[in-house]
Every structure is written in C-alpha cells, then in structure tokens.
C-alpha cells in the first residue's frame, strides 16, 4: 500500500541484473517510478523498469542523466566503478540527489580488504585474516599464521563463487592469485546463515530473521536459504545482534545482506555484509508481509518500513544451469509460473545458459522448512526432466 504522505519519487538503479528486476517489480506497488543504467534496455530487468538508461556504469553522461533524472539512486550490486562513485559523490554533495545506502558503506564493502579491515576496527566478530600482496614469503607466513588450509579471495568482484578458493597446504601455494589479494582462515565445521538488516535514513530499524544457506559444492554458489533457521534462540539472538551492529556502524540505509559463519561452538562470525537485497532474501515475496525489495525501496525513498516477520515456513532454490541444462541451451521468458506442492518459479530471462548462472528461483511454503525444501527439490528435478524431454 503507498504510503499517501510521501511524495512519489524516482529511484535510479545501477545493474541490470535479477536483483534490480525485482526491485522495478515490487515498485509500482510502492508509487515508486524506476530508471534502471543498463547495458542493454532489451534485458529482462529493463523491461521491467519504468523508464532505462543504455550504457556502461562508468559513461559519465549516462550517470549525469541519472542523476538528473532520479530523487534517490541505489545499487543492486556493490562493485560500483570509482569514477562513478565520485560522480555520485560530486552530485550527492551539491544536493542534486541521495544515493543510498551511503557511498561510504559501498567503497568499504565493495572491496574484500577493505571491508575485513573495518570489520577488525569496529571489533566485529570475523574470522583471522592477511592481506598479501602475492609475495611468496608473505603466503608462506601466511599459511604458518592461518594454519592449512585457508581460503584466498579476490578483493573486487568475485561473487557466486568466483574469486575464491581453497589453498589446502603448503604444496598448493603455487596455485595461489597474484597480486593483492585477501587471505582467510578457513571456518572449518560450520554452518552459513544470513540476517537481512533494514534501516531507513531516520534510524528505523528491522530485520528479516536468520535463514539457513546451503552452496552448491563444486562452485561454492548458493543452492538453497530456508526458513526459519534451524538454531537455537540464542544463536538467533546473537546472528540479529552482530547484524544490527554492523549495519548500524555503517550507517546503512536500505537492506543489507548479512552473511556469517555458525562455528561448531555456536560463536557466529562475519563473513561478509552485502550493502543491497540480497539472494537469501527471495522467500520473503511469498513469506512475508513486506518483501526485502519493497523494504529497500521503502528505505531509499525515505518511507516508514513495512512487516519483515516470517509468516510461513520457506524455503528457496536457486535454478542453476547444470551441465544438463546447458547442453539443452535451456532459456525462458522472465515471469513466474506455477509449480507443484505450493511453489513459485522465477524465471530471470537470462540468455545464454552459461554454467552455474542464475536462471531463476523456486520458493516454495509449507509446514515446516523442511517439507518446504523438499518441494522445491522436486521441482527442480521436475524442471531438469522436462528440459532432457525436450
């Protein structure tokens, strides 16, 4: 429902992917008008906004027609480029328009050292870490200070599994990545959750509770979230607790996707913040009153948050294109289809079908969390046999 004491605005989006699709999606609800700067107004996600901008994120011409065109920018990736920052930071500064979440929470967490780095200052719990700049005496201390094996990720731009990988002992430092690079210990027995943080420019505060993340093995994608997650009211309370503090400490407007370790000892770490909407917030569409997209909006446009509280069980699937799907060149329209045992199916519109990219989502409601996994495993086996039928 719009809020009728808030004045329509226009959002600006920067990146054209799923997530800046859903955002256009949720905004109409809103009253919210969106220009999404896009490098192809023919993709799905600018088809779904009001109005696009056809170019690079860097095109300074480009950026200055955003600016000039939106009351509020936002992102739906971090990894912005830095002359665009400091255009936006120019045009923020003379008061021609607001980006949010704050600028200085983007260049932080945009880059892995970086953002480890203020995690330690702001004694946010996070696992040990160096930061090395590819020397081989600096890896070999590194491996002695971390211990085998520990994770190496790239500073910029690796996601979905990309720019991370496992160094198991002192005979695989020859595979390490050149250059800056971030090294981590590895968590060992431990389980992924996630919190949602939502902050509003007035300080209003809510979240959507923590969620159970499983990732795809070889790629280290994100497979499955559910929800309610399966730990204990005082781990609940501690994941919420350390969220809160860093989204706090950033300043953040908007959500922010709050990914951590849950250690075999029930300590909850860091791992790292996402300062958009977030993959392990899709279920809440169609489990929560309010959905993480329409709470980003609410937050940017400078509206009073809606509910986040979990009103089902859920759980999601991500559709990953496997070998299988590849090879069937598997593609569909973007839009939603009924699936079986109560399930939604996203599809995204994504061409082609490169390995392990996103095409879409199963989100699925039931009794509990777990029969809400089984219905979206089954009906991804079911989408997998219709595309080897085809």
Not at 105 to 118: G, R, S, T, Y
Not at 225 to 237: C, G, K, L, Q
Request: proline residues 4%; aromatic residues 6%; hydrophobic residues 40%.
């Amino acid at each position: 429902m719009t809020d009728e004491s808030v004045q329509t605005k226009t959002v600006g989006i920067i990146g054209d992917g799923q997530l800046g699709m859903l955002l256009c999606e949720a905004a109409p609800g809103l009253d919210i008008a969106t220009v999404m700067l896009t490098g192809d107004r023919n993709c799905a996600a600018a088809q779904k906004a009001t109005s696009a901008i056809e170019a690079a994120m860097d095109n300074a011409q480009a950026v200055a027609e955003l600016i000039e065109r939106c009351d509020v920018i936002t992102y739906e990736r971090e990894d912005i480029p830095e002359a665009t920052v400091a255009q936006l930071r120019a045009a923020e500064t003379t008061g021609l328009v607001s980006c949010l979440p704050p600028l200085s929470a983007i260049e932080i967490l945009q880059d892995k050292a970086k953002q480890k780095i203020w995690l330690a200052e702001n004694k946010l719990a996070t696992l040990p870490f160096v930061i090395t700049d590819g020397d081989t005496d600096q890896l070999k201390n590194a491996g002695e200070t971390l211990g085998y094996p520990f994770v190496q990720k790239a500073l910029r731009g690796g996601f979905d599994g990309r720019g991370v990988q496992l160094i198991r002992s002192v005979d695989e430092l020859q595979k390490a990545w050149p250059g800056s690079t971030m090294l981590e210990q590895f968590a060992g027995d431990f389980k992924e959750i996630a919190v949602l943080v939502v902050r509003g420019s007035n300080g209003e505060t809510t979240h959507f509770g923590p969620v159970d993340m499983t990732f795809e093995t070889d790629y280290s994608v994100l497979d499955t979230v559910s929800a309610p997650a399966n730990i204990s009211a005082e781990v609940e309370t501690a994941a919420t607790t350390l969220a809160y503090r860093a989204v706090e400490a950033l300043n953040g407007v908007g959500v922010f996707g709050v990914e951590m370790f849950l250690l075999s000892d029930d300590r909850v770490l860091i791992n790292e913040i996402a300062p958009r909407v977030h993959n392990s917030g899709h279920y809440s569409i169609e489990a929560c009153a309010s959905s993480q997209f329409e709470q980003h909006l609410r937050a940017v446009a400078g509206m009073p948050l809606g509910d986040s509280s979990l009103q089902t069980p859920v759980a999601m699937r991500n559709l990953l294109c496997t070998p299988a799907l590849k090879e069937q060149g598997i593609h569909r329209q973007s839009g939603t289809e009924d699936g079986t045992d109560s399930a939604i199916v996203y599809w995204y519109g994504k061409s082609p079908a490169r390995l392990m990219r996103k095409l879409g989502h199963v989100t699925a409601v039931a009794a509990s969390a777990q029969d809400a996994l089984a219905a979206t495993h089954s009906n991804w086996n079911r989408i997998q046999e219709e595309a080897r039928s085809a």
